[in-house]
């Protein structure tokens, strides 16, 4: 290969959507692959129009060098299913794993061959819009995701997904994009060493031990070093302590980008400061095929490194076949969802709903409690802006499938739920707007209805990249539906939807019932009344703590304490004075249409030898689950870790383990955990990665929430 030709193998350049090869807007990625010097394209798809390329590269280069072909396929490609926050709310990673196996068939029958997912940033900061596309506020529930995640992309083995109707994945964004100072996107991370190993980088290692192909760097700085120019993470750790021989890719006009960070002065030194960092091949941005060369030459690139970062390009298109088979199949290509798509489409959407209030009220049908909603209703009024809106998909949703293949309504799923009610709709509010002109046929509606059911939230374009908010109540004027809902006295539920955890001010203490159905995809309106009427028993939990007012933030369980700890009778306390010092709803929270019980913990031991701990000796805590109530449900056992003193402050809380049962009434089961030197110790603040597991008491709990006051001790010698 020339050096022209290897540094294209280095370079992406992204397609003009809904165009084909000779439209003209397409020229440069056209002209690039004839001449050998372009390596990836992204969010080219279409079975016809990805072919048509890719027989530009085979058979008019020199090389015949297949292209890779990306696209952001984040939570489904024709089939949308929920969006990623919301997955994780359902606490079964199988959700997610459901979600890449269909997205990963769909995409690459129409010649997709590279997703730039799953996004694995773990964040306490819900003003950040991308909060949506990740898992929420902790790692270990983030590490068991992205797994799932990435073996669904790509199949269940590692290295070899040519299969047709398998993926490479993208663990990204590499690292710490979650910790952005004020939920700004693409801002400034400050983190220390011990945080960055403890909290933001055990997803990643996760998703690789699962055999994630590629790697995509992130837009923040960390610790003043700007990620796709930060040599400690993306080769010390990523490539040189973790041996990740794959491909680690930029984000968009990542590399240029070095300059306005104040990194690099030019696009020369920009291209030389990532490639030695560890990035192998340029998203979008050109610096390393213009300069390149001249680069190489001077000697402020090595051979060495080019040739490394090429082999791991081309070391990608082998395992993904791409030499032996460029071209999809045009006959094959699928386009559209199937009716089994779809049902596993609104069968997760409904497990990933999370109940959070759900009280008497004495006129409704279930058991006193506003849910679940009778089917025999002789009348339901149904508003707010969402209640009749097909767009429920949430963000980061293919194009080409949002305008095709929009959401179910809510409003036609309660018809259809309910076919024998009288069902009338109104709009009440916009999402975004202050006018309150249609708040008073929204309230005649429902003085008019047995039961009311308010859709309110946000709508996809308020998350997702670029979307930090400042306020994260509901938008406009729809908190003043829901009081004036509430004012009529009659029973109602609120359905939220949305990207993000939601402030609820006063309106909350007055709705009798609220679900947070997130943004759940294509069969949005489906699942949602799926649960409203009972046909799904609510069992999901919250993936992320919902803070009181924006002024808590961040506030989340897994914290560390202080010197002067919560105390309500003490004034000098680590507390606000307007506000009481936990979350609206904590993280793991979640109702059900029945009850359950969880007994105290067991451990098989009380004691363990730290060393043994080290040398891979496990013990196990066990636990008995009842559903005391009287239908069928979902419980999920969580078990929370505390080392009650250490050489470095630890959380007061640690998630190490769960798991999703479904009992029938009357029924239990007893959960068994195991925990190891993974789940007990901790990484310090050296760089060189530095992994304690020390002596002392650990606090083990046990329960339905991160609030849970059952523990038991274990004692590490």
């Known amino acids: 290969m020339t050096v022209e030709e290897k540094l294209g193998q280095l370079q992406q350049l992204a397609w003009s959507w809904d165009t084909g090869p000779g439209g003209g807007e397409t020229k440069d990625v056209e002209d690039a692959a004839r001449a050998g010097r372009l390596g990836s394209v992204l969010s080219i798809f279409g079975a016809k129009s990805s072919n048509a390329l890719q027989r530009i590269a085979v058979e008019e280069s020199r090389l015949g060098i297949p292209l890779l072909f990306g696209l952001d396929v984040i939570h489904g490609f024709w089939t949308t299913f929920p969006i990623p926050l919301a997955q994780a709310a359902s606490f079964d990673p199988d959700v997610t794993r459901k979600d890449a196996e269909v997205s990963a068939k769909e995409a690459r029958s129409n010649g997709v061959h590279w997703t730039f997912a799953p996004m694995m940033d773990v964040t306490h900061e819900p003003r950040w819009g991308r909060i949506a596309e990740g898992c929420g506020e902790d790692p270990f529930l983030t590490a068991e995701f992205a797994a799932a995640k990435v073996q669904g992309y790509q199949g269940p083995g590692k290295g070899e997904f040519a299969a047709k109707d398998r993926v490479a994945a993208c663990a990204k964004h590499f690292v710490a994009y979650g910790g952005a100072e004020g939920g700004r996107d693409y801002n400034t991370v400050d983190v220390s060493e011990s945080r960055l190993r403890n909290l933001h980088l055990p997803p990643f290692k996760a998703a690789l031990d699962a055999g994630a192909a590629t790697v995509m760097a992130s837009f923040n700085t960390i610790g003043g070093v700007p990620a796709h120019g930060n040599a400690h993470t993306l080769t010390g750790i990523l490539k040189k302590e973790w041996g990740f021989d794959g491909v680690v890719v930029s984000d968009w006009t990542g590399v240029q980008e070095l300059i306005a960070h104040g990194f690099a002065e030019d696009g020369a030194a920009a291209a030389r400061l990532s490639l030695n960092a560890g990035v192998d091949m340029e998203m979008v941005s050109t610096t390393l095929r213009e300069h390149g060369k001249k680069l190489l030459r001077a000697g402020k690139i090595s051979e060495r490194r080019l040739d490394d970062a090429v082999a791991r390009v081309l070391r990608l298109k082998f395992a993904l076949g791409l030499f032996d088979d460029p071209y999809a199949d045009e006959d094959a290509a699928i386009d559209g969802p199937t009716a089994a798509t779809r049902k596993a489409a609104r069968e997760t959407g409904a497990r990933s709903m999370v109940l959070l209030k759900n009280e008497s009220t004495g006129t409704s049908g279930g058991g006193g409690k506003v849910l679940p909603l009778r089917s025999g209703a002789g009348s339901i009024a149904v508003v707010g802006p969402f209640g009749d809106s097909d767009d429920l998909l949430g963000t980061w949703v293919v194009p080409a499938a949002a305008k095709k293949y929009p959401s179910v309504k809510v409003l036609d799923a309660v018809r259809r739920a309910a076919p024998d009610a009288k069902v009338t709709y109104a709009r009440g509010v916009d999402p975004e707007g202050e006018d309150t002109g249609g708040i008073p046929a929204a309230v005649a509606a429902a003085r008019a209805a047995d039961v009311t059911v308010v859709v309110v939230g946000e709508p996809p374009s308020m998350s997702g990249e670029a979307a930090a908010r400042s306020d994260i109540s509901l938008p406009g004027a729809q908190e003043r539906l829901v009081e004036a809902i509430a004012r009529t006295g009659k029973p109602f539920v609120v359905v939220l939807v949305g990207g993000r955890p939601l402030t609820m001010g006063g309106w909350l203490e007055s709705a009798p019932a609220v679900l947070a159905a997130w943004h759940p995809g294509v069969e ?80 098989s031991r009380a004691t363990v030898p730290a060393r043994a701990l080290r040398d891979g000796d496990t013990l196990e805590v066990s636990v008995t689950v009842a559903n005391t109530g009287r239908r069928k449900g979902d419980e999920v056992v969580q078990l929370y870790v505390h080392d009650v003193a250490a050489s470095i402050t630890q959380p007061v809380r640690r998630l190490r383990g769960f798991r999703r049962v479904t009992l029938g009434a009357g029924r239990s089961t007893v959960v068994r955990f195991r925990l190891g030197a993974a789940d007990l110790g901790f990484w310090t603040n050296d760089t060189h990665g530095e992994f304690l597991v020390e002596e002392g008491r650990f606090d083990l709990y046990v329960g339905a929430s991160s609030t849970t006051k059952s523990k038991v001790t274990l004692t590490v010698t």
């Open 524 to 603: 949005a309106g489906n699942a949602v009344a799926d649960v409203l009427f009972g046909k799904v028993n609510p069992g999901g939990k919250l993936p992320v703590s919902f803070p009181r007012t924006v002024g808590q933030i961040p506030i989340h369980y897994n914290h560390e304490s202080t010197g002067r700890p919560y105390s309500a009778d003490n004034k000098y306390t680590s507390k606000y004075l307007d506000l009481p010092p936990d979350p609206q709803f904590p993280f793991g929270h979640g109702l059900s249409y029945t009850t359950f019980e969880i007994g105290a913990p067991k451990l």
